[in-house]
C-alpha cells in the first residue's frame, strides 16, 4: 500500500532538480542565438559598408573623367577662340568671296586632321550671320539651338558648350563652339565660329554605362532638372528607353536621382526607377547641371549572407 507514495514522492523530488538545468539550457540557447544574430547584424554592416565604398570610389572616379573630359573639350576649342591663323586665313576666305580655292581645302584639311583625331562627330564653320560656310563631313543639319549657341559664343566671345539634347539628326549630341577673333584691341572682331558637333555615345555613354567589377544590378547614371522632372540623360540598364526620354518626378522622395538633383550629395538608400531599394553614391559634376549616381540593388548586396542565413 506504501508503494504509490514512494513513486510521487521520488517524481516530485526529481521535478526542481531538472528546471535549474532547462533554465542553463534556455540560458545557453538564448545566448548563441543572440551572438548569432548579433554576428550576423556586424556581417551585413561590414557588407553594406564594403558595398558602399565601392559605390563612392566607382562613382568620384568617373566623376573625374568626365570632368577631365570636359576640360580636355573646352582645351580644344580655345586653340580657335584666339586669334589664329586658321581664323585669319577664314577671314580672308570670306572677303575674297568664299571661292573653293587653296585657302578652303587648306581649311577642309585642318578640320579633317581634328576629327580624325579628336573623335568629334562633325566641324562647322559659321560666319558672322550664323550661316554654315564650310562643314566636315558635308552636309551636317544645323538647328535653331545650334545657331543659338554660336551666336552666344560671338556675342560674349567666350568658348561655350551645349548641354546632351536631341539633335536635328534626331540623336543624342552636344555643341562645343569657338568663336574666332582677329584683330587687336579696339580692331578686334568675331570673324565665325567653329562648331564642335560631340557624340555622346563614343565616350561619354559608355564611361556612364560601364561598370568595372561583375554585378547583375549595378549601374551609373547621369540627371538633370527639367522643370519639376528628373529627366535621365544616358540608356538606363534595367529600362529599354532610349537616352532623354525616360523622366520621373522631383519630388519622388526616394528616388536617388531627385534627391542628388535637390542637392543631397554622398551615400543614400531609396528606391529606383523601377522601385527596387537600393544602395547609392550622389555627387554633382562640376560646371554642368548633372547629378551622378552610382547604386546598387540592395538584394544583390546582401544576397550572399542571406543564403547562408538560410543554408
Known sequence: MTQPDTVATDNEMSLPSLRPLAFLFGLAALIIFAAAYLAFDAQQRDIRTHAEQNLANIAILKAGQIRLWLKERRDDAAVFSDRTPFAERFDNWLRHGAKDDDDRRLMQSRMDIILNTQNYQALLLFDPQGQVRLS??????????DRQLVFDAMRTQQ?????????????PAMGLVAPMLVGEGKDSRVVGVLYFR?????????????????????ETLLARRDGDEVLFLNRLRHFNAAPLSFRAPLAALELPAAQGLRGKTGFTSGKDYRGEN????????????????????????????RRLAFW
Open 278 to 305: 537600393v544602395v547609392g553614391y550622389l555627387l554633382h559634376i562640376p560646371e554642368t547641371d548633372w547629378a551622378m549616381v552610382a547604386k546598387i540593388d540592395e538584394a544583390e548586396i546582401y544576397a550572399p549572407i
Open 198 to 218: 560631340i557624340d555622346p555615345t563614343r565616350f561619354l555613354y559608355p564611361l556612364i554605362e560601364s561598370w568595372p567589377i561583375e554585378s547583375q544590378t549595378a
Open 136 to 145: 566636315m563631313p558635308e552636309p551636317v543639319n544645323v538647328d535653331d539651338r
Open 159 to 171: 568658348v561655350r558648350i551645349d548641354d546632351i539634347h536631341i539633335s536635328a539628326a534626331h540623336q
